[in-house]
């Protein structure tokens, strides 16, 4: 059976729980694939911070781009975050050195995904981003495999699953939103910093590369961007009295040969589809030709120890 060697920069929260699940369930994952997931290499900014996971002496690099040099090693997990600095540096000197790659880095591919696409192509290896956005939804694969024979004219919904559980307990648990940030960070729902799920750039960050692949179009910066941070419980109230929702949606649609996209708070009527998606779910809802309209919906955030990549 054929082993693929892996090194894993980033050993935050994800990068733990990844490390961890690869070596406890490497017979289910080497059976799927036919391929064992080996674990070569690890780096990480603070390699003494405290982590629930056991990590061997002989695995930790000096410097984290020497994974990019050493022959053996076959694919770079970045897990660093951030579109410049480490994570920028160490993806494209990977695809340089013809490394596959995998990211859950929606910033960096937001914002450099053109260049990157075409520097593995160049380089006959792949650039896998499926975790970037949406979490467990299969967004990416579909609309690249799925979808492909599709003319797509319209993609839309929630996807940020922090803004989503504030906003719907705000409704059901008749609080305000102060109140409710706070109870998302006790339960891992929001960083400590949640401030690019508050205000609209994480949603923004993940139309851009949706749009980019339902519309074969570069990376579009675009784009009109409003957070919730401004919604109070007075707004939910009135909605509510109103018949609506509020959800916080991301919209990109093909007019014309013209892309628009954007970013915002909206009034969603109770008895549609996307306003029963509550909690820490996401949902993306495609239009085109032939397919209609195709839902695809799940988890995109959970605890944060226990996000699915």
């Given at each position: 059976m054929n082993k693929i060697n892996i090194?894993?920069?980033?050993?935050?929260?994800?990068?733990?729980?990844?490390?961890?699940?690869?070596?406890?369930?490497?017979?289910?994952?080497?059976?799927?694939?036919?391929?064992?997931?080996?674990?070569?290499?690890?780096?990480?900014?603070?390699?003494?911070?405290?982590?629930?996971?056991?990590i061997s002496k002989k695995l930790w690099l000096k410097n984290y781009l020497d994974a990019t040099k050493i022959k053996n090693v076959d694919l770079i997990i970045e897990l660093i975050g951030g579109a410049e600095g480490p994570a920028k540096k160490l993806v494209f000197n990977a695809l340089k050195n013809k490394k596959h790659v995998v990211t859950a880095n929606k910033a960096l591919i937001a914002k450099y995904g053109d260049e990157l696409s075409e520097l593995a192509e160049k380089n006959k290896v792949n650039l896998e981003f499926e975790a970037s956005v949406c979490g467990g939804v299969p967004i990416i694969r579909s609309l690249k495999e799925g979808l492909i024979a599709n003319k797509i004219s319209k993609i839309y919904g929630i996807f940020n699953g922090t803004s989503n559980y504030i906003l719907s307990s705000m409704e059901k648990d008749n609080k305000n939103f102060n109140e409710v940030l706070n109870q998302a960070k006790i339960l891992g729902?929001?960083?400590?910093?949640?401030?690019?799920?508050?205000?609209?750039?994480?949603v923004s960050s993940k139309l851009k590369i949706l749009s980019s692949l339902c519309f074969n179009s570069f990376l579009n910066n675009d784009i009109h961007v409003e957070g919730i941070k401004n919604i109070s419980?007075?707004?939910?109230?009135?909605?509510?009295?109103?018949?609506?929702?509020?959800?916080?949606?991301?919209y990109s649609e093909l007019i014309n040969k013209n892309i628009y996209q954007r970013v915002h708070p909206t009034l969603i009527k109770k008895n549609s589809h996307i306003a029963s998606i509550d909690g820490v779910l996401n949902a993306v809802i495609v239009e085109g030709k032939p397919v209609g309209q195709s839902i695809i919906q799940?988890?995109?955030?959970?605890?944060?120890?226990?996000?699915q990549l």
């Amino acid at each position: 059976m054929n082993k693929i060697n892996i090194a894993i920069v980033g050993l935050g929260n994800i990068g733990s729980y990844l490390f961890n699940y690869l070596n406890k369930n490497k017979k289910i994952l080497s059976k799927k694939n036919n391929c064992v997931p080996n674990i070569l290499f690890v780096s990480a900014k603070n390699k003494n911070r405290k982590r629930n996971i056991r990590i061997s002496k002989k695995l930790w690099l000096k410097n984290y781009l020497d994974a990019t040099k050493i022959k053996n090693v076959d694919l770079i997990i970045e897990l660093i975050g951030g579109a410049e600095g480490p994570a920028k540096k160490l993806v494209f000197n990977a695809l340089k050195n013809k490394k596959h790659v995998v990211t859950a880095n929606k910033a960096l591919i937001a914002k450099y995904g053109d260049e990157l696409s075409e520097l593995a192509e160049k380089n006959k290896v792949n650039l896998e981003f499926e975790a970037s956005v949406c979490g467990g939804v299969p967004i990416i694969r579909s609309l690249k495999e799925g979808l492909i024979a599709n003319k797509i004219s319209k993609i839309y919904g929630i996807f940020n699953g922090t803004s989503n559980y504030i906003l719907s307990s705000m409704e059901k648990d008749n609080k305000n939103f102060n109140e409710v940030l706070n109870q998302a960070k006790i339960l891992g729902y929001a960083e400590a910093n949640p401030s690019s799920d508050l205000n609209g750039d994480d949603v923004s960050s993940k139309l851009k590369i949706l749009s980019s692949l339902c519309f074969n179009s570069f990376l579009n910066n675009d784009i009109h961007v409003e957070g919730i941070k401004n919604i109070s419980k007075e707004d939910i109230d009135n909605a509510k009295s109103l018949g609506y929702k509020i959800k916080l949606l991301g919209y990109s649609e093909l007019i014309n040969k013209n892309i628009y996209q954007r970013v915002h708070p909206t009034l969603i009527k109770k008895n549609s589809h996307i306003a029963s998606i509550d909690g820490v779910l996401n949902a993306v809802i495609v239009e085109g030709k032939p397919v209609g309209q195709s839902i695809i919906q799940g988890e995109g955030a959970g605890p944060l120890q226990q996000r699915q990549l």
